[in-house]
């Protein structure tokens, strides 16, 4: 049963990651891709997640927890820099 | 045994759950109409989503291998308290660069004050006539 | 100050930093230890400057009900949502919300808005500098005047109860 839970979740995942891809392409404005982007990193910490869980081991948790801090530092840069034209002041 | 059945049950649920979430969240992402509207998908339902699943990490490995696991934490606290603050700059860029919204939203953002954004080396593109055109009536329509 | 205040000016910051080691390294071993407490004893000392002084928690009790309370509610905003975004017909009806702060210190404003963009269907889009007020997005605004009377007695009265008083 696990497994087939596990494939559910990675078929709605990769779903998920589909969709973000095409709000990325099609994103009228820069939020809206700065918005897509964001979800991607969110939704790729799932994926590896359950990537970890499919070969049950945990080596996979830095690069989950390195993606976390460096897709939020990143977000926030672009953002500083369309909000106020600098990144550090 | 019949405990380890149920807790199977849970990662299943869990796993599923999160699963549903993070589909739901960026299918808000994909579909609502205006910027301040897709916003609200990926600060929510991903986040909750991506909660679950690692809950579902987190109890697994607390049963399969020995001693407690708890670095999923870790990452679900950081994410928990990132997603709201990029959700907010997000939003806070939206309005700076004055995106449209759309036509049946009640109340209008203010317009942003020097002092909430700062001087800044990019040009803030000129805030749009409320009433649109024509022409801009058809694009936005395209565009959705 | 004491010898050991001037050494430890943030004790909860430094018992943060010290988990946050041992959960990262995954281990427990006396090296690990040691090298955990250096570090939670030394970032605090090495940032000092860049933190303001943080209120105290006032009512740990009411902490404790307000973080149970903001759990359910995510849960419960995320149903709200899925059904927004799933539900075919009717659009919901977006609009903006000026909500006037009752709250002063910067950190009571930030677990706020973090609140209120987690739970339902509201995020935060901009706070006045003067912290007057807050700029709220709204998915499905039904009444503006509920909202508002929501979050006063649902968030932020809780909140000032903590750290305010």
Redesign the interface.
Known sequence: ??D???W??????V???A??V??LARG?????R???L??IY??S??LI??L??WL?T?VY?EA??LI??LG?VS??AI????????II? | MAFYVLLEWVISLLLIAGGVFAFVGSLGMLQFKDFFMRLHGPTKGTTLGIGCILMASMVYFSVVQPGIHVQELLITLFLFITAPVTGHMLAKTGLHMHLRYTRDTRGSPPELRDEDVGQGRVERPPRPRRPASEGQKRRWRLRR | MTSLGRLLPTPTLSLVLLIIWLLLVRSLAPGQLLLGVLLAMGIPLLTRRLWEPLPRVRHPWTLCRFVARVLWDILKANLEVSYLILKPGRAPRPGFVEYPLLVREPLTITLLANTITLTPGTVSTNIRLDRSTLLIHVLDLDDEQALVEAIRTRYERPLKEIFEC
């Open positions: 049963m696990l087939t839970a596990l559910i979740s990675l078929a709605l995942i779903a998920a990651l969709m973000n095409a709000r009228p404005d820069i939020p809206d700065l918005l897509a964001d979800t969110v939704n910490i799932a997640v359950l970890g869980l049950n945990k948790f989950a927890i976390a801090m939020f977000t926030m953002c500083r820099y369309l909000l106020r034209g600098d002041e």
